[in-house]
């Protein structure tokens, strides 16, 4: 039999001063612990399941000797009828703190995973319409909801009210739900499947976006009538006019081009570079410069005190509406955007480049042979040909 400890009284417990475990008898295994830093407490060791375990019986002299005796022989009847307080207590709480991760609300859920992508964004705007998107469409039905608890019918009751009427809005909260709970499942929050995903689940419920999106194209002149267009246009005073101008030779969007800083544009080896927080792809994206573009940009005045191409009357960088006012006044049934698809159609109707180069001319990365060539050299050096042919067909050799 195992020796036992001579039983303790109160007060022999309490002239206990040297540092570590002593059997204080009464109880087999109950110790009195004392730490290198003089803290005393109770302290039951036994053996279960063939291991040596420890139980803390609480702190001296809040826990009197009589008390950890009693905590002591209750735990031991425990242990013998094979339940274990401290590993149900510990179930318990791992329980009990998985359940509050569970109700993890939706609106919550976005703001975590729109932090954890924040980096990702191609420009502040878009952060910032990424998150006011939930929170305009989807938040007054789900935001309040757990994560856990949202299935198929929150989301259509979300996305029915503005499919038809606001198709691009919808698939674009749509998309934004289904990261949202995707996150949330990978973070542990819920389970299941996805109830925003489109393929084999909303496609079956909801028309698709493409059959009932109504595309608006931008009003285009004809190919054939820019080379008068343009005539016309050099003939125009106003930076108005001359962004146009620009536009059209680089066949660059507008806002590319009213932003346009001259810490973008190499002049010796004729290229613009356009920073990917001004473009849609959101990547940086190169332009070449014809002669008849260099030569424009040349012939500009520079502000002191600013870094803008193009700037209004009173400072900062044109409105758009400034370049459009330009085409207005022209009397032509055309936008600043519709001469991207007047170079477009030119491109393939009156020359023999391939598609891809017109493509990463107008920044559409959208096929895989133009993602190809993108990921090479953006076929720069052909560009740069496509876009000498595209200023000569127009009436090239501008005099400034």
């Known amino acids: 039999m195992p020796k036992q400890a001579k039983e303790m009284g109160a007060l022999e417990v309490k002239r206990l001063d040297r540092p ?25 060791r036994v053996t279960v399941a063939g291991k040596r375990r420890h139980y803390g019986l609480g702190g001296y002299p809040d826990v009197s000797l009589a008390q950890a005796k009693e905590r002591a022989r209750e735990l031991k009847d425990q242990l013998w009828r094979g339940i274990d307080p401290v590993a149900e207590r510990k179930a318990a709480n791992d329980a009990r703190r998985a359940e509050e991760a569970r109700r993890m609300t939706f609106a919550d859920a976005a703001r975590q995973y729109h932090e954890a992508k924040a980096h990702e964004f191609r420009s502040a705007k878009h952060r910032a319409d990424w998150l006011s998107s939930l929170e305009r ?26 499919w038809h009427e606001r198709t691009e809005t919808a698939t674009r909260v749509r998309q934004r739900i289904e990261g949202v709970l995707h996150w949330a499942t990978v973070s542990g929050y819920r389970e ?56 059209i030779l680089t066949a660059a969007r507008s806002g590319e081009v009213r932003k346009a800083c001259w810490t973008e544009i190499d002049l010796d ?19 070449p410069l014809s002669d008849d573009a260099v030569a424009l940009l040349e012939a500009l005045p520079r502000f002191e005190g600013s870094d803008l191409v193009f700037t209004a009357p009173r400072g900062g ?22 001469f991207r698809s007047s170079f477009k159609d030119w491109a393939r109707s009156s020359t023999s480049f391939p598609d891809e180069v017109s493509e990463l001319a107008l ?8 993602r190809a060539a993108y990921a090479r050299d953006e076929l720069l050096p052909q560009r740069a040909e496509l876009m000498a042919e595209w200023s000569a067909f127009m009436g090239g050799n501008r005099t400034g």
């Open 363 to 370: 920044a559409h990365v959208n096929s895989d042979a133009t």
């Open 317 to 338: 960088p044109l409105s758009d509406m400034s370049i459009s006012a330009v085409c207005k006044r022209m009397g032509v049934d055309a936008v600043p955007h519709g």
């Open 20 to 44: 570590g475990f002593h059997a204080v008898g009464g109880v087999s295994g109950l110790l009195h612990r004392i730490t290198e830093t003089g803290a005393r407490g109770w302290v039951l």
């Open 192 to 247: 299941g499947e996805n109830p925003a995903r489109w393929k084999g689940n909303l496609d079956v419920t909801l028309p698709a976006p493409q059959k009932i999106r109504k595309v608006k194209h931008h009003r285009a002149l004809p190919w054939k009538d820019v080379p008068a267009f343009m005539a016309d246009l050099r003939g125009r005073d106003g930076m108005g006019a001359r962004a146009l101008e620009f536009a």
């Open 137 to 162: 469409y989807a938040f007054e039905s789900l935001g309040d909801l757990p994560v856990a608890e949202i299935e198929l019918p929150h989301v259509l009751g979300v996305l029915k009210p503005i």
């Open 269 to 287: 080896a004729r290229v613009w570079t356009v920073p990917g927080d001004r473009m849609k792809t959101g990547k940086p994206h190169r332009v």
